[in-house]
Nanobody, 124 residues
Framework: QVQLVESGGGLVQAGGSLRLSCAASGRTLSNTAMAWFRQAPGKEREFVAAISWYAARTLYADSLKGRFTISRDGANNTMYLQMNSLKPEDTAVYFC?????????????????WGQGTQVTVSS
């Protein structure tokens, strides 16, 4: 198992940017993958983006491609989500997640470890 701690959420105006971080600990991250999901009030949790740790192959939700960028810092075992041109509909709790195996996937049930979430609120 991996322990995950998110940070970087907050309140931002529409059109602004935020960068979320997810610090991972507990095991080596090579040959694994991580992802961001989000859950808006009254809605189901949805996939945002995923990355394979070693090769840094990325996968995005189609609706977010071009505004959000996922990346990782192997030296610091930290994953990031750069969010630009934020919209009020991006308001949600953002979770990071970890899975064994190198394939980045949008399937939530494949992820074995989850962070506690960080709140992102975008005002209009």
């Amino acid at each position: 198992q991996v322990q995950l701690v998110e940070s970087g959420g907050g309140l931002v105006q529409a059109g602004g940017s935020l960068r979320l971080s997810c610090a991972a600990s507990g095991r080596t991250l090579s040959n694994t993958a991580m992802a961001w999901f989000r859950q808006a009030p009254g809605k189901e949790r949805e996939f945002v983006a995923a990355i394979s740790w070693y090769a840094a192959r990325t996968l995005y939700a189609d609706s977010l491609k071009g505004r959000f960028t996922i990346s990782r810092d192997g030296a610091n075992n930290t994953m990031y989500l750069q969010m630009n041109s934020l919209k009020p509909e991006d308001t949600a709790v953002y979770f990071c997640a970890w899975k064994g195996g190198v394939v980045a996937t949008r399937i939530q049930s494949m992820y074995a470890s989850w962070g506690q979430g960080t709140q992102v609120t975008v005002s209009s």
